[in-house]
């Protein structure tokens, strides 16, 4: 066997293993396509072989996000967010999240409806002492609409309520500013 035949076969297996071998690292999952169906999930720290040119694969990134909740407003007065807090989650079903290229905007969107559908229902009272029972409901209505993503929320921190600040504020100056109004008008 000559130098070149020998060079060849070596290239030939430095490029077959570059193209087969895939290591999973940390807080990762490896999804493996076939034919463009799932066929396999790697979890973290694992290591796998795939068919060149058969078998693709993608990583998909298994650790806790955490965002913002976005910022939405009611119908009548846009001067303060309803709602200010963070949300994290974290995938559950790889494969099921794995073509989602936008799942970071449609979680925030979930997040947003849900907690629109909670307030809907819920009094400024509510708003103001029962955090924790909005946090849960929304909590709830996020994981059911988001399962189909292979997304769960894992927890949902609303630090304040400044629309419904903003309004109790104002109701309780409205008294001053009607008796002003009446003490300028006999004046």
């Not at 071998?21 to 034919?35: D, E």
């Not at 309803?82 to 995938?91: A, D, H, K, N, P």
């Not at 229902?121 to 955090?131: G, N, P, S, V, Y």
């Not at 909005?134 to 304040?160: C, H, Q, Y």
Request: aromatic share 8%; net charge positive.
């Amino acid at each position: 066997m000559n130098i070149e035949a020998l060079l060849l076969l070596l290239l030939t297996i430095a490029l077959f293993t570059r193209l087969s071998l895939r290591v999973v690292g940390p807080s990762q999952t490896l999804v493996i396509f076939q034919n463009g169906q799932a066929v396999k999930v790697v979890g973290t720290g694992r290591m796998t072989f795939l068919l060149p040119f058969i078998q693709t694969s993608k990583l998909v990134d298994t650790s806790r996000r955490s965002q913002t909740i976005p910022a939405f407003y009611d119908a009548f007065a846009k001067q303060a967010p309803l709602v200010q807090g963070t949300f994290e989650y974290r995938i559950f079903e790889p494969i099921k999240a794995v073509g989602n290229d936008n799942l970071p905007k449609d979680i925030e969107r979930i997040v947003r409806i849900a907690l629109e559908r909670v307030l809907e229902d819920a009094t400024i009272a509510e708003c103001l002492t029962e955090k924790s029972v909005i946090e849960a409901r929304a909590l709830e209505i996020v994981n059911l609409k988001s399962a189909p993503f292979g997304v769960v929320l894992t927890s949902l921190k609303i630090d304040s309520f400044p629309r419904h600040r903003q309004l109790l504020l104002q109701i309780t100056t409205m008294p001053y500013m009607i008796y002003w109004q009446i003490v300028e008008e006999v004046q």
